[in-house]
């Protein structure tokens, strides 16, 4: 037996806040919506691709942000990315501490921590 791969990752968000997810995850990050199965459609929330990453954010009753846990998406552009989204409204924390990249973290509308990082030879 091994692990070969990641196939999703899932955030929790509030009943009803589809269309903020769609907003931040579709409008801000650029993903792409993808049709969830219809026996999973019911249950609520959103999935999101982009090339290889897949986001799943499922409905939660007893909602609580992702404070600490977190995915990281790398990132081409991350300067230019900061920089939209800080004009629409994100707040952006950067930071140095892992050697080899540039970095920094944003919310998503529901408090959800999500890393944006970048390898430092790009540019």
Known sequence: MKICGLHH????????EEDAAR???QGALGF????KPPILAARGG???EQGTV???LGVEE???PAGKAHPAFEVSGLQELFAYLKSAGTSVQRDSALPGYRR????DPFGNRIE???PDSQT
């Not at 990752?9 to 009803?16: F, N």
């Open 9 to 16: 990752v899932q955030l929790a968000m509030p009943k009803g």
């Open 23 to 25: 907003t931040f995850y």
């Open 32 to 35: 792409k919506e993808v049709e």
């Open 46 to 48: 959103v999935w999101f």
């Open 54 to 56: 897949r986001l799943h």
């Open 62 to 64: 007893d909602f609580r």
């Open 104 to 107: 920094g973290y944003i919310h």
């Open 116 to 118: 944006l990082l970048e």
